[in-house]
């Protein structure tokens, strides 16, 4: 974790769930907000905060499940460089597996305080979804600079 990159990344971003804050927040959502302790990344009901993440080769990324709703952290093989892995929440090896997974039985579900965490090693863009709420716009991306 890079503390500097995220403080950096929640200034640009407190704005931004501002503006969005018009949902309903659950129980958890905003007294328990990752605080960077533990995590890089929390999740509200309906969204990742902050949205856009910072970091650098070799660092690891941590999401936390901040609501008391379930979610995926899932990324879109159109969105990530062509030489990185795949990743998502569950392990699957493509995208297709893990929306399957998802769809057939919650196959790589992030529980309520549950963390996932993916190490980067190929610098780029990295765009992500949580499945279960892509619709009310639950995306994310991750820059990793060298
Ligand atoms: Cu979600």
């Given at each position: 974790m890079n503390r500097r990159v995220y403080l950096a990344a929640v200034g640009t971003s407190v704005s931004a769930s501002l503006a969005g804050c018009s949902s309903v927040l659950g129980v958890f959502d905003d007294a328990d907000l990752?605080?960077?302790?533990?995590?890089d990344i929390g999740m509200t009901r309906n969204e990742f905060v902050p949205r856009e993440y910072e970091t650098s080769v070799g660092e690891t990324v941590v999401w936390k499940n901040t609501s008391g709703a379930v979610h995926t952290v899932t990324a879109l093989e159109s969105g990530i460089p062509d030489e990185a892995d795949y990743f998502a929440s569950g392990g699957y090896e493509d995208e297709q597996t893990a929306r399957d997974a998802w769809h057939d039985h919650q196959g790589g579900r992030i529980n309520t305080r549950e963390t996932y965490e993916y190490t980067f090693d190929v610098p780029g863009t990295y765009d992500y979804i949580c499945i279960p709420h892509v619709r009310s716009d639950m995306v994310g991306t991750i820059t990793v600079t060298e």
């Open positions: 990752c605080a960077g302790d533990d995590c």
